[in-house]
């Protein structure tokens, strides 16, 4: 069974300070896509970063980057010059087209300290 | 980015009515959407997966007939909870699936739901 894994329940950062969230996966699939999810307190669910896993390049959306490690399954999130609107719930998620669904990990709380 | 618009935002009903959930693409094509839901301070729980045009896909221990699923259109699916008791009090979210990018969840608001 496919499953991830954030083993980080909460974390926190000073503000304009680095941090980074991390995330395992499981699977025996060869094609499959990664992702990363903010859930700020309104709750709305809004997409951070994508990663291919055919892509060997790690995906960067301007302060937001993964280190994505395929053979470790390993897909971190690295958030630099950290905002207090950072402050959120993040999860991590893997989709694989034979499951047609995402698999969501229990997700990381971080708060920003000003 | 691609818009999901999910209402109402927030719904307090007596137990035993039933409440109607909308999800709409505003800006794209959904062949499918997903309905979560989500406990306090937990992550998403899928309830159910539906295509358009076709009867909605239930997760396991999820019921179907109290969790009413339809996707009468590429733009709108809806959720009717009926017969809602207090348990079914909860954050329920809706997602779409973007046609060309298939892999591409999108997100609605949510709505918080409360039965009294």
């Known amino acids: 069974a496919q499953t991830v894994t954030q083993s980080q329940p909460e974390m926190s950062v000073q503000e304009a300070e680095t941090v980074t969230l991390s995330c395992t996966y499981d699977t025996s699939e060869n094609n499959y896509y990664l992702f990363w999810y903010k859930q700020p307190p309104s709750r709305q669910m809004i997409l951070v970063i994508r990663?291919?896993?055919?892509k060997q390049q790690n995906a960067t959306e301007n302060r937001f980057s993964v280190n994505f490690q395929k053979a470790a399954k390993s897909f971190s999130l690295k958030i630099s010059d950290s905002q207090l609107g950072d402050t959120a719930m993040y999860f991590c998620a893997f989709y694989a087209g034979n499951n047609r669904k995402l698999i969501w990990g229990l997700g990381t709380s971080l708060a920003v300290n000003p | 980015g691609a818009v999901v618009s999910q209402h109402p935002s927030r719904v307090i009903c007596k137990s035993g009515t039933s409440v109607k959930i909308e999800c709409r693409s505003l800006d794209f094509q959904a062949t499918t959407m997903f309905w979560y839901r989500q406990f306090p301070k937990k992550s998403l729980m899928l309830m159910a997966t539906?295509?358009?045009?076709?009867?909605?896909?239930?997760e396991q221990g999820v019921e179907k007939d109290k969790f009413l699923i339809n996707h009468a259109s590429l733009t709108l699916s809806t959720l009717t909870v009926t017969s809602a008791h207090p348990e079914d009090s909860s954050f329920y979210i809706c997602?779409?699936?973007?046609?060309?990018?298939?892999?591409?969840?999108?997100f609605g608001a949510g709505t918080r739901l409360s039965v009294l």
């Open positions: 990663q291919e896993a055919y």
């Open positions: 539906s295509n358009e045009g076709s009867k909605a896909t239930y």
């Open positions: 997602s779409a699936r973007e046609m060309v990018a298939k892999n591409i969840q999108y």
